[in-house]
């Protein structure tokens, strides 16, 4: 007899894994447990949904935590040169922001849900790719077995959302202004993700701007090799430059 498995949800947070949840007690699947992995650069809004999740839901959702914060390795871990006549030797001080060819917190994350999902038995880890992401689950290796329920039953991301709004998720509105709501300071999010952080969100945009400051060897992760500081400049002129439209007409 075949066991059963253990279906270890990861909870990000965002609409779609919020969506896989209430869609998996809404069909009867048994949830063995929820994890949802804390960088400490969640939107505020992140953890009050997380709350109601739970409340809402009566499942415990686990809150996991890299073996050290996401700051230490980004400003003070000593990375020392794998190859060539220095070899052995410290050559720079912390990662710097995450880069599509340096996913950094993308590993520190795999990493702590694997540490959980090890000790359980029969374990299947559930994650919450809509149906039209159907092309990232060929992405990275996978050291558990993996299920993606929301392609199995066909549900987009707008379904998802349309599905965490009608029980009462509103994320305080995140969704109003961002297609994903995952780390505020990603520097793989749009241009325009960034603007309207800036614009909406002063005081995450300020936070940005000191950690840009505190890296300033190896500040330039975000979109055609640019700081923090450097979009700061830009929209404060867009700002300018629209202010002076607007007086002219």
């Known amino acids: 007899m075949t066991p059963q498995p253990n279906n270890v949800l990861s909870i990000s947070g965002g609409k779609d894994s919020t969506a896989m949840l209430l869609e998996m007690l809404e069909r009867g699947e048994s949830i063995h447990s929820a994890i949802f992995f804390d960088t400490g650069w969640e939107f505020p809004q992140m953890y009050e949904h997380l709350d109601k999740l739970e409340k809402y839901t009566g499942v415990k959702i686990w809150r996991l935590t890299s073996r050290l914060p996401f ?27 995450p880069s599509s060819l340096r996913r950094w917190c993308t590993r520190e994350k795999v990493e702590c849900l694997d540490y959980f999902t090890k000790p359980i038995k029969n374990s299947v880890q559930c994650v919450g790719y809509a149906f039209d992401e159907k092309h990232r689950t060929a992405k990275g290796k996978k050291n558990f077995p993996q299920r993606h329920p929301l392609i199995e039953w066909s549900i987009t991301e707008a379904d998802a959302l349309k599905i965490c709004y009608g029980h009462g998720f509103d994320w305080g509105g995140l969704y109003e202004y961002f297609d994903r709501v995952s780390c505020y300071c990603c520097p793989l999010q749009r241009i325009g993700e960034l603007r309207t952080l800036r614009k909406h969100f002063p005081d995450l945009w300020r936070k940005m701007l000191d950690m840009d400051a505190a890296n300033p060897e190896h500040n330039r992760g975000f979109k055609d090799y640019k700081t923090v500081h450097d979009f700061d400049l830009r929209f404060a002129d867009e700002d300018r430059q629209q202010s002076l439209f607007k007086l002219s007409a």
């Open 71 to 97: 700051e230490y390795w980004m400003f003070h871990r000593p990375i020392a040169a794998k190859e060539g006549p220095n070899k052995g030797t410290i050559h720079r001080v912390g990662n710097g922001w």
